[in-house]
């Protein structure tokens, strides 16, 4: 299988030095280390976020510079960051789901689609349309978690995707990430609890002193 997204030699001159990275398509690896292990340079790299001061990445076998504006969008990569970013108080739960063509049969299958994933994920709202600044801070992350699922379907590169939600919905997350990739989807997350890494990834990888350590 040719990796989806892959590293070779990414290091930052600082903390990451020289790692070598593969994904599958379908593939979720959890990746975990100390917090001067490299691992967030790792994950900021992976997901377009920073530009490796050393080696490169692939998508697909061909080389890419993530960074570069609309490119990871156009290849469907998503990046969702450790800390929530910024986001419009404003913007209504259901605008994390795309825009169809603007037709009534599009938005009632936006809706349901919404509906469906309020549920799966367990987000404590009766209302697609309700502002994210009504939600919980869990919720929040939950909502932006399905933006960036939205924003990419060939590659989710995600940093405790599970960060301030509660025990309960954290299962329904990986389970969600897990169906995706079934479909081909490549998951790459950011973890720290080592239960959750071994039991929902395919592979882990550790890092430590900035270069992988262990990989199974």
Do not use: C, Y
């Not at 989806?4 to 593939?27: I, K, S």
């Not at 969702?80 to 049969?105: E, H, M, N, T, Y």
């Not at 919720?139 to 060939?154: H, L, P, S, T």
Request: charged content about 20%; cysteine-free.
């Amino acid at each position: 299988h040719r990796a989806a997204l892959a590293a070779f030699g990414v290091g930052d001159n600082n903390l990451l030095h020289g790692v070598d990275l593969h994904v599958r398509p379908g593939e979720v690896v959890g990746i975990t280390g100390t917090h001067d292990s490299g691992v967030r340079q790792l994950i900021e790299i992976l997901g377009g976020a920073a530009r490796p001061k050393e080696g490169h990445v692939e998508l697909f076998g061909e080389p890419v510079d993530l960074t570069e504006e609309g490119v990871a969008e156009a290849h469907g990569v998503s990046f969702l960051p450790d800390a929530v970013p910024s986001f419009d108080a404003d913007r209504s739960l259901i605008q994390g789901v795309d825009k169809a063509d603007g037709s009534l049969s599009a938005e009632i299958s936006r809706a349901r689609k919404m509906i469906d994933l309020v549920n799966r994920l367990r987000i404590n709202t009766t209302n697609i349309h309700a502002a994210l600044d009504e939600l919980s801070g869990g919720d929040q992350q939950k909502a932006e978690f399905i933006r960036a699922v939205e924003r990419g379907g060939n590659v989710l590169v995600l940093a405790h995707p599970t960060q301030g939600v509660d025990v309960g919905a954290r299962r329904s997350v990986f389970a969600f990430l897990h169906s995706l990739a079934e479909t081909g989807t490549s998951v790459v997350f950011l973890g720290t609890d080592m239960t959750e890494l071994l039991q929902w990834s395919h592979r882990v990888v550790v890092l430590a002193n900035g270069r992988t350590a262990l990989e199974g």
